[in-house]
């Protein structure tokens, strides 16, 4: 087969194309959050400012999106981990099912605390 | 770069990696704990301020992002761009200090 998508198309690749976008979407975010929380020093008044900011819906949403890709990077390494450090590769699709049932259910749950 | 240093650095990833799995399960779960009712500085400061189990925690989780996050960034880059070297390395070390240094900061703004 020729090394076009159709040779990429399989689970392990989609698994490592989540975890560098996710990585690198937490990467960019990490200094926002910092600052952030960084409000503190100002008093508590200035963190409260900048939490009623974030009730927007559309805040709400990237949220959802942060906590899913947060706990798709987190499953997904752990997936790699496995892979590299214990002999069963035999689940690799197995590992990347998992990875992604379990990142869903945490932005689930996220979700159901904010509706 | 010579191959003990891309083995320490490999090291270094996995390390931090494993430290992380922790760290993150633990914010996701405080995450969901802590929106159930709307966040509040009031209710985050409530739980964090004074505490040296969430100063040791949170500084914990700063250091394992600030050697994860540029060490990944840097095959990023280097996939992505083709760049390499005593540059990338120099500026990613950059990268790893700021995080951690601002990282400490959002930490103690949360503690004191």
Excluded at chain 2, 39 to 48: D, H, K, N, P, V
Aim: positive net charge; contains cysteine; aromatic residues 12%.
């Amino acid at each position: 087969m020729r090394n076009d998508f159709r040779a990429r198309n399989h689970p392990a690749y989609w698994a490592f194309l989540v975890h560098r976008f996710s990585g690198l979407l937490l990467a960019l975010f990490l200094p926002l959050h910092f600052w952030v929380l960084g409000q503190a020093l100002q008093g508590e008044a200035a963190l409260d400012d900048f939490l009623r900011w974030t009730e927007q819906p559309s805040v709400k949403f990237a949220e959802l999106l942060l906590v899913v890709l947060l706990a798709a990077h987190m499953t997904g390494g752990i997936r790699l981990l496995m892979l590299e450090f214990l002999a069963w590769r035999d689940w690799q699709k197995s590992l990347a099912a998992a990875a992604a049932g379990l990142s869903l259910a945490a932005g689930l749950l996220f979700l159901l605390n904010l509706v | 770069m010579r191959s003990r240093s891309q083995v320490l650095l490999w090291g270094a990833q996995r390390a931090s990696a494993a430290v992380l799995a922790v760290c993150v399960l633990v914010h996701l779960v405080t995450i969901v704990y802590a929106t159930r009712n709307g966040l509040s500085a009031a209710e985050i400061l409530g739980r964090t301020r004074d505490s040296s189990l969430w100063l040791a925690f949170y500084l914990a989780f700063v250091a394992a992002v600030a050697v994860h996050a540029p060490i990944g960034l840097r095959a990023l880059v280097s996939e992505a761009t083709g760049w390499r070297g005593r540059t990338l390395d120099l500026c990613i070390l950059f990268t790893g200090l700021l995080l951690a240094a601002w990282g400490v900061r959002a930490v103690w703004s949360v503690f004191a």
